[in-house]
C-alpha cells in the first residue's frame, strides 16, 4: 500500500462521508475543512502561504475562492485576472448550484482517486477539477445566451487545461475526471452523475450529421483511459469501457466492452464501477447459444 493511500484513513472517509449525505454537500462543512487544511499547509510548507492567502485563506467564501483560484489559470492579456476574478466570483455567488455541483466534483476525485490524500489536493492541482468547473461556468452563460463569452472560457481552458468540452454539452455533478489531459467532449454529448473518466477520452460524432450526434453516459459508468465513443450511442447504467476502445453501439447497463471496435466482453462485478475504479474487464457473460 502506498504513503498516500495509507494516510486515508478509516476515519478520513467517515469524515468525508459526513459531508455529503446522498446527492447534497455541506458546502459550509466542506468550506470549513478546506480553510483547516490550507492552514495545515502553511505550517508545514510556509513557502506556500502566499498562495494560500491569496486563494483560500483571505476569502469568505466558497464562491469568492473559486472565482479566485479559476481567475488564475485562466486570466491572459486580453482578459486580466483583475476582470476574470469579479467576473467567476459573481457567476458563482448568482448560481450556487454550480457550486454545489463542482463541490460534488471536488469529493468524487478525493474518495476515487487512491493518490488524492487531501481533500484540498483537487482544489489546489487537479486540472480535470479546474477543467469542469470552467465547463459549468460555461454551460450556464451558454443557456443565458452569452455564447461569445462561453465560447471564450472553452477556448482558454482547452489552452490553459488540454481540455475541450463544449459549453452546449450536459454533464452532470459527482465526476472523477482524472488526469483529464485531451478530455473532449462535443455539443450534444451528455454524461449523468457519478461518472469516472480517465485522460485522453473523447465523445465525438461521427462526420457532418446535425443534430443529438454525440454519447449518451449514463450514471456509474467507468470510462478507460484513450476510449472514443462516436455517434449517438447510449453506454448504459454501471458499464464499463475498456482503454483504448472505440464504441460505436450501445453498451448495455453492467456490461464491459473492450477492443477497436468494441465488444461485449464481460458483465462488470461492481454494481458502481465509477465508484470502484476497477479497471479489470469482470466475468464473461454466458454464452445463450447452445
Excluded at 459526513?18 to 478546506?34: P, R
Excluded at 502561504?49 to 488564475?72: F, H, N, Q, Y
Excluded at 454494481?271 to 479489470?280: G, K
Amino acid at each position: 500500500m502506498s504513503e498516500s493511500q495509507q494516510s486515508k484513513s478509516p476515519a478520513a472517509s467517515k469524515n468525508t462521508q459526513l459531508l455529503c449525505i446522498g446527492h447534497t454537500v455541506d458546502l459550509k462543512n466542506v468550506w470549513q475543512s478546506l480553510r483547516d487544511e490550507a492552514r495545515r499547509v502553511v505550517t508545514e510548507e510556509p513557502v506556500l502561504e502566499p498562495w494560500m492567502d491569496d486563494v483560500i485563506l483571505s476569502r469568505e467564501t466558497l464562491a469568492a475562492t473559486l472565482g479566485a483560484t479559476l481567475a488564475r489559470s485562466l486570466a491572459r492579456e486580453n482578459l486580466p485576472r483583475s476582470v476574470m476574478e469579479p467576473f467567476f466570483t459573481g457567476i458563482f455567488e448568482e448560481h450556487p448550484h454550480i457550486v454545489h455541483s463542482a463541490m460534488r466534483d471536488l469529493l468524487a476525485m478525493y474518495e476515487r482517486d487512491a493518490a488524492c490524500f487531501s481533500l484540498l489536493e483537487p482544489l489546489l492541482y487537479f486540472k480535470g477539477f479546474w477543467a469542469l468547473t470552467n465547463y459549468r461556468v460555461a454551460h450556464q452563460l451558454w443557456q443565458d445566451n452569452r455564447r461569445w463569452l462561453a465560447l471564450y472560457l472553452q477556448s482558454v481552458s482547452s489552452e490553459s487545461f488540454a481540455v475541450d468540452i463544449h459549453p452546449a454539452a450536459r454533464i452532470g455533478c459527482g465526476i472523477l475526471l482524472d488526469h483529464a489531459t485531451s478530455f473532449v467532449v462535443g455539443e450534444t454529448a451528455i454524461i449523468e452523475n457519478d461518472v469516472s473518466i480517465l485522460h485522453e477520452v473523447t465523445l465525438g460524432g461521427t462526420g457532418k450529421d446535425t443534430g443529438d450526434r454525440h454519447p449518451i453516459i449514463r450514471s456509474g459508468v467507468l470510462l478507460g483511459a484513450g476510449a472514443k465513443i462516436l455517434g449517438r450511442v447510449e453506454v448504459g447504467c454501471g458499464a464499463k469501457v475498456g482503454a483504448g476502445s472505440v464504441v460505436l453501439d450501445d453498451v448495455p447497463p453492467h456490461r464491459t466492452v473492450a477492443g477497436v471496435p468494441a465488444v461485449m466482453v464481460g458483465e462488470t462485478s461492481e454494481q458502481n464501477p465509477a465508484s470502484e475504479m476497477n479497471q479489470t474487464l469482470g466475468c464473461m457473460v454466458p454464452d445463450p447459444t447452445p
